[in-house]
Antibody, heavy 121, light 107 residues
């Protein structure tokens, strides 16, 4: 069974950089069959896609966040990571990582439970 | 970005009811449309992909239809475990975008 688990600091001060990691089990990031995405959800609101990374390290970012987002992959640990810089209160949300199929079919089939990031001084 | 608009934003229904949720895309997206179910405190769960294909393990009371700009998710007979929020998502172009959600509540 594929499982994804997010980890991160929980509380971040405004203007700082938040770093989150997603650990994947039950599948190998380096298999090359999937892309790996970050999606966030402010409390009581909808879903916003942040970006995706492939095993090669190639990335796509949401234009609305592109200037502040960096994603990376560590195939040796079967993990991928998100860094979001210059955070503000509007970045407070639950951050999910997800596996994305992009070969003939296109969908997010496995998600992590999410980690809450609160931006507050 | 392609805007996705769901209706209604919320609905009240009884167990056994037939429920239909609609999703409209801001431009034609063929059948690159997925549906997810989300319960409080949990991650979204894929129900339908490519507009009408049922994800493995999802009950057959869920079905999807549509192409182009207009799509529907139908629950043929609402069960207690179906009370949740439902999201559509377009996979036609990057960035993938989601509808604002439809909350299905107990009547």
């Amino acid at each position: 069974q594929v499982q994804l688990q997010e980890s991160g600091p929980g509380l971040v001060k405004p203007s700082q950089t938040v770093s989150l990691t997603c650990t994947v089990s039950g599948d190998s990031i380096s298999s090359g069959n999937y892309h790996w995405s970050w999606i966030r959800q402010p409390a009581g609101k909808g879903l916003e896609w942040i970006g995706r990374i492939f095993t090669s390290g190639s990335t796509d970012y949401n234009p609305s966040l592109k200037s502040r987002v960096t994603m990376s992959v560590d195939t040796s640990r079967n993990q991928f990571s998100l860094k979001l810089s210059s955070v503000a209160a509007a970045d407070t949300a639950v951050y999910h990582c997800a596996r994305e199929l992009r070969q003939g079919k296109y969908y997010f089939d496995y998600w992590g439970q999410g980690t809450l990031v609160t931006v507050s001084s | 970005d392609i805007q996705m608009t769901q209706s209604p934003s919320s609905l009240s229904a009884s167990v056994g009811d037939r429920v239909t949720i609609t999703c409209r895309a801001g431009l034609a997206i063929s059948t690159y449309l997925n549906w997810y179910q989300q319960k409080p405190g949990t991650a979204p769960n894929l129900l339908i992909y490519a507009a009408s294909s049922l994800q493995s393990g999802v009950p057959s009371r869920f079905s999807g239809s549509g192409s182009g700009t207009d799509f529907t998710l139908t629950i043929s007979s609402l069960q207690p475990e179906d009370f949740a929020t439902y999201y559509c998502q377009q996979a036609y172009s990057t960035p993938p975008t989601f509808g604002q959600g439809t909350k299905v509540e107990i009547k």
